[in-house]
DNA sequence: AGCTATATCACGCTTATAGGGGGAAATCAC
DNA sequence: GTGATTTCCCCCTATAAGCGTGATATAGCT
């Protein structure tokens, strides 16, 4: 294969050793292209437009302006272009930070050679490559707690309250009287310690009953 | 490998040809047993705890109770066994639910055998497999959208508004005066079109600017 | 250097809302 | 048939929400 019809890569990392293994292990698959490599992201969002690749390796511990707020950046200036995260950090905060910031896909560095190059495939494909440690993430903080000490109305209450519904609006919704929301809402409250939407809302989410 | 030591499996599916074909396929890997199916979650439920599986093969659409349904009365009758969908189903919808009543993982039902005694060994070891299709909603669920009328504070106090926060709560944590808070506010209404927190907050999820 | 967007703060006004007190009746599920 | 759940009632006070109509300072961009 030529390479101009190979997937084009780009890998951004600061560590040397990495940045040039990567760049080895990946031209020396069938299907792929690495086209540049950059150990700053500063560097990289000077020179990308030139030379448009369609998935960028990003890591996130980086010299200067970090993975996860070069994403927006490059998103910007290539919308087009696949941002897979590279990197050892798997903290729920950091995979959800880069997610929501528009990456496509997570892998842990311990991920092999060929699982990269699969998941450039997968990735270029419309997929979401992610490490078996990042799904189980993901999927985790879809979860809730089975051992809520809330009933299923009070439950379906305080799910309105957190979309900011007022008391009124939730007792035309569910076709009863204003008084018994307010009553609803005194026993979510006594429930959960609280006193106020803010922290049965903050409580609640904390503890996954919602 | 004898039948004791594999990994123990149960179908609940109400296509018979499904149910014996997957039964067949499930029992000729040599680390999968096949120890019961069920055409529906009724019948499940009241046989299941006699000879409790290590993973169930969950089918949605069934008659009586749904399998989304099913999921918190398997997990609330056998906590440690694992429940994997597998459907045809895939809007974002049945898989956020499925998700949420406690799903570990979720296929369509197009997987090849090899992919599925996989998911089965996967989500024995704790993981979370998907199907690439189940993957691409799930990261795209976590994705915002870049293209947000709101400015970068305005985010942020609209943020703080969808946690249930008052005007002067938002005031006191931002450092800044209350009527500060309202003009941003008036701004962020201006902005979506809204004329109350409740439609603020569903306009900004829907259009994923928060 | 100048312009625009952004972020900050001010004052007045009205109505609705939130939170808490102390009840009671009907209905559902085990 | 008993306890949990859901429904509804009246009282009260403080404040929160939303809107109108402003001003000023600063930061980023070209």
Known sequence: MSNENKIQVTIIEDDKT???????????????????????????????????????????????????????KIKNLLPKTHILMLTVYDTEELVFKALSNGASGYLTKNSNTEKITDAIQEVMDGGAPMSMNIAKIVI???????????TKRETEILEQISEGKSRSKIAKDLFVDLETVKSHIKNIYSKLNVHSREDAIKQAKDNKYI
Request: hydrophobic share 40%; glycine share 4%.
């Open 140 to 150: 985790k903080s879809f979860h809730k707690n089975t051992n809520s000490p809330l």
């Open 18 to 72: 990495i940045r040039e293994g990567f760049t080895y292990l990946i031209n020396a698959s069938p299907k792929c292209n690495v086209i540049s490599s950059f150990s700053t992201v500063e560097d990289a969002l000077t020179k990308l437009q030139a030379n448009a690749p369609n998935v960028i390796l990003l890591d996130i511990e980086l010299p200067g302006i970090s993975g996860i707020d070069a994403i927006p």
